[in-house]
């Protein structure tokens, strides 16, 4: 493929990258129906090894040797009470992957899938209720999700998911987590919900708490203003009004410990406010400080088809979430236990060594340090057939699985839930394909090429899927 044709295709994800779903912005690797074609052409980035039909047959023998099957994706119900451990047998063989690990990531292919949103909030409620792992960290705003903390038990479960995460996960199938989570608040073990994206994702405050109604009104005027600047192309406007913006994030900052008792209040079921309002407003100033112009650079750019400093945004962000999250890690929830939920691009452990993404640059998974990389377990999540749906909502076919690739020879179970470990695998005959290039797809239509060991520790394929039902 020539370079300007691969350029265009990426530009492609560029833009629909920018897009929004119920006006909440995600930067996650999003993709609009009617660029379907484009990807598709785009085959020959990608390389699969060779395979004999007589290897491919003993890789899906030993699949179905030893893969294992969960019997149900719904999440239990539960209603301020434990879940009978019983209704968690089919997770049992979780235990001694997961025993001695600090994070589990739980990734996915696409945004917009019904069943991974069921089958993420049950594998949390195993996680959480037989494994203690007691924080879940979003892949979403760390202000946000501290506002939806700090007032969990003042509001619905409904408004609680949409303070705290990205509208593409706004939807009928990830409603139960948040019941979920409210139902354990006033329990020995709650379960504690963080964020740590540094984007603007609206208003993560409204400025009561500051108690000068001036300075709350200049603070939503400069989050309004930051939204306004990322989406358009006045370099030169920006900085001459930067500095200004950034003053008032700093006056913001300098009243927080203050004004403990004020936030304490507001925020009654987040015991971290402070710090975690500190920091917020910090990234708040590194991103007026930084980002935003980077961002107004990548919208001139991506104009010119380039897309090298879009490709900075992304390395940006994903350097600022990985820091967050060992922030919240090590200075806020030093002892407990992390489950992260993020798309697979996010948590791969070697994201720039994928062929044919749309994002060849190093992200969060790819930047943790070692020692945590050690401690953690990363579970991508893919699909074999059926209907996902972009960042806009929109409905996309997920393309029939290319003979050799992951979900060929994981949907050789003939099973609807498949689930295998990668990480306690040494290389012998029947597995090898975890230790080469296979061919799978990003969002059921994305050819990308990656060797699973080097990326995941675990894989979850789901044979049928649907789009979600969104809550407006």
Not at 293 to 305: F, W
Not at 335 to 351: L, M, S
Request: aromatic share 10%.
């Amino acid at each position: 493929m020539k370079k300007a044709r691969k350029h265009k295709v990426l530009l492609s994800f560029a833009l629909a990258s920018l897009m929004t779903l119920n006006g909440v912005a995600s930067v996650s690797a999003a993709v609009p129906a009617k660029e379907q074609q484009v990807n598709i052409e785009n085959k020959s980035t990608v390389k699969q090894a060779r395979t004999s039909n007589e290897t491919l047959l003993d890789w899906k023998k030993w699949v179905n040797d030893h893969a294992y099957s969960l019997s149900s994706i719904q999440p239990e119900v539960s209603s301020g009470t434990k879940i009978p451990s019983n209704q968690f047998e089919d997770l049992e063989m979780l235990k001694p992957l997961l025993h001695d690990k600090r994070i589990v990531f739980l990734g996915e292919s696409s945004h917009g899938v019904a069943q991974f949103n069921h089958v993420k909030t049950r594998l949390i409620q195993f996680l959480h209720q037989e494994m203690g792992y007691n924080v879940l960290a979003f892949e979403s705003g760390m202000g946000n999700v501290m506002n939806a903390q700090g007032q969990i038990d003042k509001q619905a479960a409904l408004q609680t998911m949409k303070n705290s995460i990205f509208g593409v996960w706004w939807t009928k199938e990830t409603l139960p987590l948040f019941d979920y989570a409210k139902s354990t608040q006033a329990t020995e073990q709650p379960l504690i919900l963080t964020g740590f994206d540094i984007q603007q994702q609206g208003a993560f405050t409204n400025g009561d708490w500051l108690q000068n109604p001036k300075l709350a009104q200049q603070f939503s005027e400069a989050e309004k203003q930051l939204a306004e600047w990322s989406s358009g192309k006045d370099l030169k406007g920006y900085q001459q009004v930067k500095a200004t913006i950034i003053d008032v994030y700093k006056q913001v900052k300098s009243q927080i410990q203050l004004k403990e008792k004020e936030l304490q209040a507001a925020y009654p079921n987040e015991s971290h406010i402070v710090k975690l309002m500190e920091r917020t407003v910090t990234d708040r100033i590194r991103l007026a400080d930084e980002y935003v112009e980077l961002t107004i650079q990548s919208n001139i750019d991506i104009e010119q088809n380039n897309i090298e400093t879009f490709l900075k945004t992304m390395e940006w962000r994903d350097q600022s979430m990985m820091e967050n999250l060992l922030w919240l890690a090590e200075e806020v929830y030093p002892t407990e236990k992390f489950i992260v939920w993020a798309h697979n691009d996010h948590i791969r452990k070697a994201q720039s060594e994928v062929m044919g993404s749309p994002y060849p640059v190093k992200l969060m998974g790819e930047r943790l340090p070692e020692i945590y990389k050690k401690y953690s377990y990363v579970l991508g999540l893919y699909m074999t057939s059926g209907e996902t749906a972009n960042n806009m909502g929109e409905p996309m076919a997920v393309l029939p699985p290319i003979k050799g690739s992951i979900e060929d020879i994981l949907s050789s179970t003939s099973k609807p839930y498949t689930f295998i470990d990668l990480r306690n695998r040494q290389n012998e005959r029947g597995n090898s394909w975890m230790f080469e290039p296979r061919l799978s797809y990003s969002w059921g239509m994305i050819q990308e090429s990656l060797v699973p060991r080097d990326q995941y520790d675990g894989i979850l394929l789901i044979d049928k899927v649907n789009k979600p039902t969104y809550v407006k």
